[in-house]
């Protein structure tokens, strides 16, 4: 699977003229005031947003990975977070928090989509754990906007309950900035993907994180042009999930000319720096 996707990729290098870069500079190399770095937490999901003075941190992979993610945030100089976002509540999104909150990082907010398929708010594990630790807590639900200034998170959705699958209940934001904006999608799968769609609340995006590890069970070709990134990111591992990323999915973003990156193939993960309206993405290993 890996080498397929090696070939292809060497394949839309020709067609598009660019290649995809290891940094030359140090890990902590200031490009913008505002970065993502994609975290390699393997088939898992944990993003650390740098914007201006603030950090967020947008899932937190396994319990397993938590060590490695709290390396990752020590390397560059995280010793507060100003929010961490649960988009919902699945192991390898919500699996590092409580091992996080225990940490000597402190964490000042906890934010998670109001709408979810667990028995009751006081059963989702985010907010149990917040309350725990007497951490202050917000639902987020579609519409709602965070203003910080010169940045925003403007949340999209979910728009209903899905009780089947708890990915169609992720939290999905447009994190708006002066140079750029990332669309943060969780998990979701088709049915909230096309809800979005249809209520037309996917907006054209700098960066796509792509939804549910770059399965074939979301990202359509609909979406993909709706959105129409300078660069995707994929956060997977294919050794834990074989069929991740999927190869339709990569060909359908090359074909619009996005790059593509996928956080397993670098130690730490993609780091992405928005500056003028564009995006440059590194991989980024550790030193």
Partial sequence: ?????????????VILSAFFLMPEQPILAEESDYRA???NVGKADAILLMLGEERYLVDTGTKDTYDHLEKVLGLYGVSKLDAVFITHTDKDHVGGLK??????????MVYA?????????QKHEAFKTARKKNIPFTWLKAGDVLDKGDYSFEVLGPLKVD?????????????????GNILLTGDMEFDEERQLLQAGLI???TVLKVAHHGDNDSTSDAFIKAVSPQWAIISTSSAEEPDTPDN???????NIKAGVAVTEDAEVGILVSLLDGNATAQQIDLN
């Avoid at 091992?99 to 000042?108: A, F, N, P, T």
């Fill in 37 to 39: 770095l994609f975290i």
């Fill in 203 to 205: 907006p054209q995006a």
């Fill in 113 to 121: 989509a109001e709408l979810h398929n667990e028995e009751s708010h």
């Fill in 1 to 13: 699977m890996r080498f397929h996707r090696i070939i292809l990729a060497l394949i839309c290098a």
């Fill in 163 to 179: 009780w089947n699958s708890e990915n169609n209940n992720s939290l999905v934001m447009n994190l708006k900035t002066p140079h």
């Fill in 248 to 254: 339709g999915i990569m060909t359908a973003l090359w």
């Fill in 99 to 108: 091992k996080l909150v225990k940490s000597d990082i402190q964490v000042d």
